[in-house]
Structure formats: C-alpha cells, structure tokens
C-alpha cells in the first residue's frame, strides 16, 4: 500500500500568486487534514476534512482554503501569497474518530520570493 | 505559553548513551503522540499513547495523565537515531486528524 502523498515536493512562488497543494491518504482513510510548519517550529494545524467536508479549521486567514474530493484526496488552496507563507506543507490522513494514529506525508515545502 | 513544551530544544549524544526527552502539555488529551521528524521533512510516528508505557525496540515511551507528562526514552542510541523528534496530543474532544505540536528536540548523535 502507498503511503500518504504530497505533491509537489518543492514549489517556488511570487508574492501575489495563488498555489495548490495535493495530498492522497492511505487506502481506507477517509479524513485528511493539513497542517503548516514553519522552519524551526512544530506543525500548526489548519484544516481537517472529512467527507468532503470541513471538520475542523485552525487560526488561519481566509486566503487558506481546502476541499476533499470523492476519492478523499485533498487540496489546499493558498491566494495571494505573502513571503510568511513559506513553510513545510503536511498532510496527513486518519480513520476519523476512533484511537488510531495519524500517517504523515513527506510534504511541500514552499518558498514565496 | 505554548500548550505542548518540549526540553530540550537540542540535544548531542554520543553512540549508545541513553537519552530522555520530555514533554509537558496544559490541556486536556485523549491521546499522546510522539513523532519523528528527518532532515528531509516526513513525519513518522513512533508512538500513540494514553496511559502507562509503550516500547518498540530501543524506544521507550511513557505517560502520566495525572501530571500531564511524558517521556520519550532511547537506549543504546545510535547515529541514526539523530533526527527531530517532536510531541503531539489530541485534545479532548478532538480527533487525530486534529493535533496540537510541540516545537520539537533536535537530536544529534555522535559516533
């Protein structure tokens, strides 16, 4: 089975411009969430889905959005980019409910100049 | 404050010490997380925990609910051990798609 994966890996953006991040969870998961992590910090959570739907959202502005397609993969959405939004980008995917752990993503790690 | 504290931030051991990290947190969880964190970026979790004591191989992790506190322990350690190795707790009410962090210890072992 494949794991949790991201795409892409590395990412280059302007400041102004908009980017989409992807993620598929492990075969069986139905919930993904994201989380952003600044260099030298601990991830921070900014969305979790589940069915499609939003289950959870963390304190970011509203140029961050996300959706969850039928085959429960994920995109999160980031407009007008700002040089504090680079950062790792992690997904990771989850049965939702229930006591068992989360699968993490290599990440995208995205540099706005 | 942060609600996940981790000590310390650095760490530097030489091969086959035993190395200790800790992690205090100031909500209320209904699992404890402890992660591992390679240059290259990907998280790998080590454990999930909620009560007692968990071990796999040379890693040993323990908690106590009633003093909202955890340990991760490694024995013998070893160069590859080095990496960063970060806390995380699901907070009451919460599910694990839904984790608060800790900053993260920065291991480093020396042969």
């Known amino acids: 089975d494949a794991g949790v994966t991201q795409s892409p890996t590395h990412l280059i953006k302007t400041r102004g411009q908009h980017v989409t991040l992807r993620c598929s969870p492990i075969s069986g998961h139905k919930s993904v969430s994201w989380y952003q992590q600044v260099l030298g910090q601990g991830p921070q959570f900014i969305f979790q889905y589940y069915e499609k739907e939003e289950r959870g959202r963390g304190n970011f502005p509203d140029r961050f959005s996300a959706r969850q397609f039928p085959n429960y993969s994920s995109e999160l959405n980031v407009n007008a980019l700002l040089l504090g939004d680079s950062a790792l980008y992690l997904c990771?995917?989850?049965?939702?409910?229930?006591?068992?752990?989360?699968?993490f993503g290599q990440g995208t790690r995205l540099t706005v100049v | 404050k942060n609600e996940v504290e981790q000590s310390p931030q650095n760490l530097t051991a030489q091969e086959g010490e035993f190395i200790t990290i800790n992690c205090s947190y100031s909500?209320?969880?209904?699992?404890l997380h402890w992660l591992q964190q390679h240059p290259g970026g990907g998280i790998v979790s080590l454990f999930m925990?909620?009560?007692g004591k968990k071990k796999h191989g040379r890693l040993i992790a323990t908690i106590n609910i009633q003093e909202k506190h955890s340990s991760l322990h490694i024995t013998a350690s070893h160069p590859r051990d080095s990496a960063v190795y970060i806390c995380a707790v699901t907070p009451l009410g919460g599910s694990q798609g839904n984790l608060i962090f800790g900053k993260g210890t920065k291991l480093s072992v020396k042969p």
């Open positions: 925990l909620s009560s």
């Open positions: 990771a995917s989850t049965f939702y409910g229930g006591n068992t752990e989360a699968f």
């Open positions: 909500v209320g969880i209904s699992a």
